[in-house]
């Protein structure tokens, strides 16, 4: 097995092509803390599927610290990493993405966000981490809800909680993922550009990512154009997923997205992807159809999960739930 730690591009299929536009002035930025962000919030999902957050609450001395920790992780042998298990479902994994092929240059931890089940970590102090882990996925998780529960307001919903319920459930199928995207120098050199995490639609309902400070994530518009975020520790970035552009009966769009590695610098980001219970039904609300037929055939997240995890990366997995 190659390591992470000595780079070498030479044999991998994912150096790629990948001009984007220069860094984007216009994603949206909502400030959680003024009274107009609910309508920012369903503007935001229903023109580009992605926006940033400021004034989240989510403090940053427990960011740096759970960063810290996650950069300790990923600086230790891949023998050790190895020991948090595969990572199907949880646990770590290196350059292959799912079980279909897909690869990047990326190493990363996939979690559950359950606390009952607790995820076995290594190295010095896997309890300091684990316990900002924990502490981190509450803080995030809060966050989605009151996110959630704004856009429930924006789109003129009498139940508030529509959305958030389902991430409130204790059967909440939510997963977190923590991204170590090693610095490339190769790639600076020959001024080429290495798929770190490929395009793709989050299935979930709703994902909160927060990055250090280095570039890579990529947004694809509706003009058919890729933007490149520039990078905000401080900030974190939503993004739409399948099931609510299910939910809003396609108002709102799951933002298409990749990451690519960067020459200079680690790129580290921590994701919560929020998703409901497994026997939950994914359909259109009644209250956003207004007579309108529902784009989809109903389906159950316990459904739309296995399909798709026996989907590639890249793939249009709604396609096979829309109605013709
Ligand atoms: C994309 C969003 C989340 O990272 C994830 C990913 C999952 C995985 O890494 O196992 C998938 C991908 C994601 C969608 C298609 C399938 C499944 C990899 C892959 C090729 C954890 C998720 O829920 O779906």
Redesign the pocket.
Known sequence: MVLLSKPTTEHYSYVKNCMASTFSSTIPIVDLSKPDAKTLIVKACEEFGFFKVINHGVPMDAISQLETEAFKFFSMSLNEKEKAGP?N?FGY?SKR????G?VGWVEYL?LNTNQEHNFSLCGQNPEKFRGLLNSYMSSVKKMACDILELMAEGLKIQQKNVFSKLLMDKQSDS?F?VNHYPACPELAVKGQNLIGFGE?T???II?LLRSNNTSGLQIYLRDGSWISVPPDHSSFFINVGDSLQVMTNGRFRSVRHRVLANGFKARLSM?Y?G?PPLSEKIAPLPSLMKGKESLYNEFTWFEY?NS??G???A?N?LGHFERI
């Open positions: 990572p479902p994994g993405i799912g079980r279909n897909d996939l997963v993922r793709h989050d299935p979930q994902s994701i992807f998703g999960k798709t995890y989907s590639r990366l793939d997995r």
